[in-house]
């Protein structure tokens, strides 16, 4: 483990805390879906609190920091080159926090900020825009990288929406059903919604779940980890928008339907991504490659890193 930290104040002297540490019996892999790796807590996220700032976190699998299997960059912002966005907090641990957009037509955008949803009473929510609806003949494509600790709970996990729930509402849902199956539900109200299914999702693992809207093939399709699950046909007619608020983590309306789990980064696009394209843009997203296709000019809103 390498770990770096500092003080308090806006220019902390950056200190390397020891070498090389050694653990003793240990499960094979840090993410083995029983907890969360938390940085400044303990894994069960309510003690231990660390007082200061943290630069980096690497986590090796051995002792010479060949093969690297955690990296964790607290300190790169430069995705934010204006503010995009007011953050506002309740509390230190408030269980709602509102993203607000600015009047500016600008993406909105938040780094350095893990989600750590934990079921009932816990979600994102980010107050109504037009820049966030879609018309009938608008593409978009929806994408999170995130984990749940129970896939099969006993009721639906909300993603991200802009809807009021998951049956009657105008509007767009990507959450994961009660089998383990996530899904995109599009409905403009008064034709039958459209819903399509992705490949399920394993316990405690982070996935990249996606959903692409095409217009031009009039279809919808959802991928897990780059792989696509059956494209179905896009029955809505008529425009998504409505005055609801988007939440990552429940539904909009009377808030429901609750993630059980971690969101490490949420990005939505007016544009359908090619199967290509959504597997690199996962594959930036999980730190896999230096290219950056989701800052393409399409992208409206981005949380995480």
Known sequence: VTFYTGGSGTSPTWIQLGGVSEAGSAPSSIFDGLHPVEVGAYANGSAGL??????????????????????????????????????????????????????????????????????????????????????????????????????????????????????????YALYVDTTGVPKLVIDDGTNPPAEASGPALTDGQMHVIAAVRNTTDDDITVFVDGVAGTPVPDSTVLTLANAEVMRLGASSATAADFVDGEDASDVLWREALTDAEVLWAGQSLQGLTDHQPVTSPGQLLRTGK
């Open 50 to 171: 660390m007082q200061g700032k943290v630069a980096n976190v690497r986590i090796y699998s051995d002792l010479t920091e060949t093969n690297l299997e955690f990296d964790a960059d607290f300190t790169d912002r430069s995705v934010l080159t204006e503010p995009f966005a007011t953050f506002i907090e309740g509390s230190p641990n408030a269980a709602t926090v509102t993203l607000a957009r600015s009047a500016t037509d600008h993406k909105l955008t938040i780094v350095d900020r893990a989600m750590f949803l934990l079921g009932a009473g816990d979600y994102f929510e980010i107050a109504d825009d037009a820049g966030l609806d879609f018309a009938a003949d608008e593409d978009f494509t929806l994408m999170t990288l995130a984990r749940s600790y129970d896939v099969t709970p006993a009721a639906d996990q909300v993603l991200i929406a802009k809807k009021g729930d998951l049956t009657t509402t105008t509007g």
